[in-house]
């Protein structure tokens, strides 16, 4: 197995593990991350399974976490760069959560032209892996159940869009923003669900956008850039779609922090291309 493979493995293993133990977490607390959120306690929970998981591998230099201030130094290879635990606040609900997970082959702060892999993990009424490699020209999608991982479909951005997943308040968004998503609402079905990872899946099954935009709670954007955004835009530009921070591709986006933020929109190209025309008029 390649450095890539373990990588891989590691984090079907501990998926499955999560997956099945969510429940325990469903109403626990716990402190802040590193950009001022509230953490639940299954924030914490889910990093400690994943470092302890992914800092085994070798061939891993370094693990980043939305969790942790710092970056763990493991020695050469790899930076890991993840989202343990993905619209945490979905858990009380009962709703839809996720794990994002970024290969760098760079020291961060990087662009996302550094990814080599990326893997997301939906833990919706079941599990999947959606995994996008350089080493392999599809997006492959894996069933977790039982302890085992089946392959179950491929991604390939569907030509007709159907759906809209449009974060932030109407009350908060720019005009031009807003005219956007009014626009938008027309022709597409608004379904916003408040996991990006939930909410890209669907953007993957059914085509349509994925966006969230600066708001006055937060002017960069909610999304941050390593562990979310750039990860994600190398999995739906894989995939054939697109991906913008309203001006650019995600992954040219060059962030100055490790816990940076940007405006994140994915999905059709058609949708990216007059998301990105409307908001430069
Ligand atoms: O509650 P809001 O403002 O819609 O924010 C939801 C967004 O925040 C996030 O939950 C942020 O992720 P974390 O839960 O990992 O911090 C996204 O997954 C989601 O798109
Ligand atoms: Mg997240
Ligand atoms: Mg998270």
Known sequence: MNTLDEIERAVKDTAHYVSGNLANYAHRSAGENPSGEAQ??????????????????EGVGGYASEEREEIAQLGD???????????????????????????YDSDLPATGRTLVASMMVLYGPYTTLTVARQDRDIVQEYLLRDGHS?????????????????????????DAMNELAQEFS??????????TVADLAQVLEYGGLFGYPATEKY????????????PLAY???AAGGASSDGAQSL???????????TPTFLGNESLIQRLEEGLAE
């Open 219 to 230: 002017p960069d954007g909610k999304l941050r850039i390593h562990f979310e955004a750039a």
């Open 235 to 237: 999995l739906v530009e």
């Open 150 to 174: 089946e392959r179950w479909g491929t991604f390939t951005q569907p030509e007709d869009p159907t759906v809209l997943g449009m974060a932030g308040k109407w009350s908060q968004r720019s």
């Open 186 to 195: 027309r022709e597409l079905k608004p379904r916003y669900g408040g996991a």
């Open 40 to 57: 639940v306690g299954g924030d914490v929970w889910a990093d400690d399974l994943f470092f302890d998981s992914l800092s085994g591998v």
């Open 77 to 103: 290879g790899y930076t890991i760069a993840i989202d343990p635990l993905d619209g945490s606040s979905n858990l009380a609900s009962n709703n839809s959560v996720g794990t994002i997970v970024g290969v």
């Open 251 to 261: 992954l040219d986006v060059d962030p100055d922090e490790v816990h940076g933020r």
